[in-house]
């Protein structure tokens, strides 16, 4: 989910970064790469690290703590405590504070527990929370004169929309407070040549925010919402010992998951837009929209299973194949239900289009509906690499691999598809949209010089992607999940490390990408496309095929050098 990315890291082992599709052993939705994060676990050496930050011109604060070490002959343990703030570097003019306002905290406890040299049981719990207030969002960019001007006239001046990039904002106040739970269980076994593993996963997390999403100091409208998650998953795998000329891994997975969420967008009493509407739908209808709200419910639960397995055969001293396949089978049912509130707190039904709720909510592109779904689809990701080796250091390998990232339900569409739920033919929104898949070629090489000073990897690579997922703006309140239809993402990507003396490491690395939508004539429009550009019968959307996709530099590079200070004790 993409929430827990927020969550702050503490006590890592190592993170690994794996690029291309990582479906065999990271599972479904790892169509360009996975990032792995371990944690670090009890040590047999007693361990204590205290470390103590203050940065006074934004106020941070962090203070970490990690104890571990044996508590007894077989077993260790570890506690590791985050608590950090800091007061923000954004200034909010109308509440006259700085922005955003975070607060982080982490408990985590590992134990782990060798009776013997075939077991090794680690259970881990972490309870956290990462909370703020206030945002690190500026308009730096007219959003058009309307708007501006609605907003100086309604306000009787009092208001202006401020575009300039100076690192201050207007808000009537904004929040996001989330908490997480994490268990994880993990028992390995060496049984005769091979090693059987059982990893058990619990995860939840619940948030609520408030988002005063007209960007003004101004009372125009907010957002508030929250969502609770909870999921367990099961993993069994047996794998083979690597020196020998036929090695594997295999396994099961399961996994099963609730995601409940609900959001209500508020009209305040004071609203300067309700005064807007006025004149747009005369007195009546700003009389109505004071107090008002649309909410949403959606509910969703996925089941998923998955068989995979992965073997190396080495038929010659310095060369090698490596074939491997997933298949995933899952169910997902979904339910969400768009409906208004009036200003006295009773829920109205879907009505018709000529009602006065439903007429001034469709001035935001809000379109009430209730739909449910079920889903079940499966993916087969197989993948294919062949090695060879130059020599001990050096290494040329090419490769085929898949992805696969399943389709779901759109959670925040303000509006249904109009053959399934709506009732605003001119309001088109979303509901399914389907999975996505990949094909990756890679042909590269890993070289070492210098009797082992320097290390060189090179790789080029085609990706093909079909119905990629991409969220596009309604241009009002929401973004829409829709599929584009076809993208190829290709290029080269070169890094290294060179030891030029035992003190001094030199690193860098660069990148040439080419991305290119090769069939996507249904995108959102980019701000201030011209009008010739845009469908005619549908201005917020225009014909992205044989375009960049946002985000997506075409050269990129770094470099640094380390020095190490080696002291005598």
């Not at 782990?112 to 075939?118: A, E, K, T």
């Not at 997975?253 to 005064?275: E, R, W, Y």
Request: some cysteine.
């Amino acid at each position: 989910r993409a929430q827990l990315s927020r969550a702050p890291f503490l006590d890592i082992e190592r993170v690994e970064v794996l690029r291309g599709p990582q479906s065999i052993l990271f599972g479904k939705n790892s169509t360009a790469g996975a990032i792995s994060i371990t944690t670090a676990k009890p040590g047999a050496e007693l361990e204590a690290k205290l470390s103590a930050l203050y940065e006074p011109d934004f106020g941070e604060q962090d203070v970490r703590l990690v104890l571990s070490g044996p508590i007894t002959e077989t077993l260790g343990g570890r506690l590791a405590i985050l608590e950090s703030s800091n007061d923000g570097y954004m200034e909010n003019t109308t509440l006259n504070r700085d922005e955003s306002g975070d607060k982080n905290r982490v408990v985590r406890a590992t134990f782990q527990w060798q009776p013997n040299d075939l077991w090794d049981i680690i259970l881990k719990a972490e309870d956290g929370s990462f909370d703020s207030d206030g945002r690190n969002i500026e308009v730096v960019k007219p959003v058009g004169g309307s708007y501006a001007n609605a907003l100086a006239f309604f306000t009787q001046g009092a208001y202006q929309l401020d575009t300039t990039h100076d690192w201050k904002r207007q808000s009537n106040g904004d929040y996001s407070y989330n908490d997480t739970e994490n268990v994880t269980l993990s028992i390995e076994r060496e049984l005769e040549g091979h090693t059987i593993t059982s990893v058990t996963g619990y995860n939840a997390y619940t948030y609520e925010e408030l988002c005063d999403c007209d960007f003004t100091g101004a009372s125009g409208f907010n957002i508030l919402s929250d969502e609770d998650y909870s999921q367990v998953s099961q993993e069994l795998r047996i794998a083979s010992d690597e020196d020998q000329t036929l090695s594997y891994i295999g396994g099961l997975f399961f996994q099963g998951s609730s995601l409940k969420f609900h959001d209500d967008v508020h009209v305040p009493t004071d609203s300067f837009i309700a005064t807007a509407f006025s004149n747009l739908l005369g007195p009546a209808a700003a009389n109505l929209l004071r107090g008002a709200s649309s909410k949403r419910d959606f509910e969703q639960d996925t089941d998923l299973a998955a068989i995979f397995a992965q073997a190396t055969w080495n038929f010659a001293d310095r060369s090698r194949v490596i074939v491997g396949a997933r298949y995933s089978q899952e169910t997902k049912e979904g339910s969400r239900h768009q409906y208004h509130v009036s200003n006295t707190g009773v829920e109205l039904p879907q009505g018709t289009t000529t009602q006065p709720y439903n007429v001034i909510w469709s001035q935001f592109k809000i379109d009430p509906h209730k739909i449910e779904g079920k889903r079940d689809e499966s993916g087969f990701t197989p993948l294919v690499t062949f090695q060879h080796d130059l020599s001990d250091t050096d290494m040329l390998y090419i490769s085929y691999t898949t992805g696969f990232k399943s389709g779901g339900f759109d959670v925040r569409a303000n509006a249904a598809p109009n053959e399934l739920d709506g009732i605003y033919p001119n309001i088109e929104g979303t509901w399914e949209f389907e999975d996505e898949r990949v094909k990756n070629y890679e042909l590269g090489g890993k070289f070492v010089f210098g009797n082992g000073a320097a290390e060189l990897n090179v790789a080029a690579f085609r990706s093909e992607f079909e119905d990629m997922q991409t969220s596009q703006f309604d241009g009002s309140l929401t973004f829409n999940v829709t599929n584009a239809g076809e993208a190829v993402v290709q290029g080269l990507e070169v890094d290294g490390r060179w030891a030029l003396t035992d003190n001094i490491l030199l690193r860098g690395g660069g990148a040439y990408i080419d991305f290119e939508y090769t069939d996507f004539p249904n995108s959102q429009c980019y701000f201030g496309q011209p009008a010739a550009e845009r469908n005619p019968t549908n201005p917020t959307v225009c014909d992205a095929t044989g375009k960049r996709r946002e985000f997506t530099p075409e050269y990129q590079g770094n470099v640094g050098i380390d020095y190490t200070l080696n002291f005598s004790n």
